[in-house]
């Protein structure tokens, strides 16, 4: 699965943590949401209240039951169904991503897919703040199926653009991107070198502060592909030859520092030329050049998920992967990461393929959750049925050392389009870092003046800054939009 928007409290252990196992649990007593087998999940905090709401599209068991269907987050995890939402509501086969397009400090919408027509649409919903959703009508997009929608700055200008692949209404593969003028209102570039797919994660590759792409699928000449772009830093793209990828289709895609070495690897399932299953990881050497990490335990897979995720809040990555596996074979497995690319196999959950995933802190404990959409095991009741999964870490730490800043360090603006200012009182230099709400570390700076100010080039979300000075440690928490 692309990154996601976690929303969720982060909490700054003074004492490392010991180590948990990972034990995520169905939650058998939601019944409430909608089946789903040919759809999508994702989760965002649609009106601003803190907790993580929830969306899930596609028909149930009568494929002309197609549904959208929005739900408010108490908190806690429990969802109702939010009803006259304006939402598209016949929808399967599509992609659905939040984003705060226009900079006014909430979640706006993009749902594509299909009707009953079958017509294959990309609307685009803008949000007032309450989660109230309106369909803008002059938008530009390519209306898709069976692709990716991401948003992100691709030219550093401190908005969200959007870059979107998949069949086009003529079922021709196809890829775009357009450029966001700062207000909500896009343009399509005209001229790139993207090759048409079906899934796609942006990623700085290079270490050098902008958002290079990945694109994996099928062209038009029925050719599986796996194509790097680097960005040179105002949105221009350019083909990066020689890569290890294997071409892959019915592919997902995730990106995330697996090793805790500061670079972005990058995991990829799906079939490859050989039509083998594969599930995939490739090392990032610090400079863009990968390779491929062999003896890895991943679950070969495919029209299914791979997701990095700190399930454990030991501060690196777990793997999560779903998907067919060959034959009648299914999967839904987690793997700890035990450090220096050690995986092991620790949970199998219901398993399912044609699945999408959100992960995310439901329900306000400090760690990760997951909610499941796809078509499970036939051996399994409710074969359509999304189902949410609760994170049963217990924390073992008890010092616990958080503060919402001091008197003596002050960060501005925030929320922030990327650009922060820090200043420290009384001190020449400091240091500081940055996390995500999975626990990575974004950014560092070991030598940083009084009066700091840096661009922080990451997705829209909750960071959390660490900032040292020779008397005094603070962690403020920032919000990017």
Sequence with gaps: MKLLYLQLVFTLFSVASIAQNINLQEDTTVNNLHD????SCAMGDIDNDGDLDLIITGPDAVLANRKTTLYSNDGLGNFTEITDTGLSNDTEFGDISFADVDGDGDLDLM?????GSPVYYANFYLNDGDGNYTLDPNTPFEGTLGGDVDFE????????DIFMCGLDNN????????????????????STPFEGGSSSTFFDMDNDNDMDLIITGTDNNGEKKTSLYENDGLGNFSLVNNTPFDGVENSNICAGDSDGDGDVDILINGNNDAFE???QLYLNDGSGVFSLETNTPFIASSIGTVDFADFDNDNDLDVFVTGATGGAGVAAHIYENLGNNNFNLVDSLVRVYGSTTA????????????????IANQATTDIFKPRVYKNMLVTTSVEIAFDEGNENTFIYPNPSAGTINIETVNTSTSSIKIYNTIGELVFSNDDLTSNAQIHLDQPPGIYFVVV??????????VILR
């Design 359 to 374: 992960i995310g802190d439901i329900d306000g404990d400090n760690d990760l959750d997951m909610i499941v959409t796809g």
């Design 277 to 279: 299953y594969v599930c």
């Design 36 to 39: 789903s087998r040919q759809g």
């Design 468 to 477: 040292k000075t020779s008397n005094s440690t603070s962690t403020s928490k």
């Design 153 to 160: 700055d691709i030219d550093n200008d401190g908005d969200l």
């Design 111 to 115: 749902l594509t897919g299909r009707d």
């Design 171 to 190: 079922n021709t593969v196809f890829s775009k991107l357009y450029l966001n003028d700062g207000t909500g209102d896009y343009s399509e570039v005209v």
